[in-house]
């Protein structure tokens, strides 16, 4: 995988660290949860709910990690994604388990992007969208919900209000008086089909 942009690591050590994207792993569990519980207090999830993500489509799910070398190399999560398909506009309910990935999922969903703010403004985060976005050409669509008045964000990658009904209303509120059910539609999903590549 390509590093990307260099950050300093720390306030207090002006080290620079290199930020590169990889699949996370059941080990970074621990690091991940402390960083949702830094990002997202009011939006709390179980560490079953990320532990499932990561067992049932580990494709889709990434860790930042940025690595400083003082002789020998540290590496610290300072960011993360997830992401999986399901049915269209039927996304979890906050903190809820999946079960399964459904046979019949016919939507990307991208759950959760949250980069600690002194990885932010790199362009980490839109590299790591662009990885998402290329698993979910396999769909027609993609799909989040926006909280935090992020919308500005993914109108940049083509994501525009979605259609909800009564159930997706009911979860939206969980996720906030903010909260938007954004989509996009996939373009490359055609000429991937046309071109006898798998759509799942
Ligand atoms: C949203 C978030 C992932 C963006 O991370 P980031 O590191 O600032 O993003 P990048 O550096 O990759 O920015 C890419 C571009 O998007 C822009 N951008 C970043 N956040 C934005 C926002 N909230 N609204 C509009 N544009 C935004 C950047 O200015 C940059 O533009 P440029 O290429 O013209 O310079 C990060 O702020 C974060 O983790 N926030 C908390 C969690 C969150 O809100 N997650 C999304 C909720 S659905």
């Known amino acids: 995988m390509q590093p990307t942009k260099s950050v300093t690591s720390d306030t207090r050590a002006p080290t620079e660290a290199i930020l590169a994207w990889r ?3 059941l080990d970074d569990i621990n690091d991940l949860i402390s960083i949702a519980n830094e990002i997202h207090p009011d939006l709390p999830e179980s560490i079953q709910v990320f532990s499932e993500r990561i067992n049932l489509f580990p494709e889709g799910c990434l860790a930042l990690e940025a690595s400083t070398s003082d ?4 590496s610290e999560l300072c960011g993360y994604a997830i992401s999986h398909p399901i049915i269209r506009r039927q996304p979890p309910a906050l903190d809820a388990l999946l079960g399964e990935i ?3 999922a ?3 969903y991208i759950h959760d992007l949250a980069l600690l703010p002194k990885a932010r ?3 980490s985060a839109q590299e790591g969208v662009g990885k998402l976005l290329a698993i979910a050409a396999r769909y027609e669509t993609t799909a989040l919900v926006s909280v935090y ?3 500005p964000f993914w109108n940049r990658f083509g ?3 979605g259609g909800t009904d009564e159930v997706l ?4 509120r969980e996720y906030g008086d903010d909260a938007v059910f954004l989509e996009r539609q996939n373009g490359n999903h055609e000429s991937m089909a046309r071109g006898n590549t798998r759509v799942v």
């Open 23 to 25: 699949n996370l792993s």
């Open 71 to 74: 002789g020998k190399i540290t």
């Open 102 to 104: 459904s046979p019949s």
């Open 106 to 108: 016919d939507q990307y």
């Open 121 to 123: 403004g790199c362009g």
């Open 149 to 151: 008045n992020s919308a």
């Open 159 to 161: 994501f525009v209000a």
């Open 169 to 172: 209303e009911r979860k939206l």
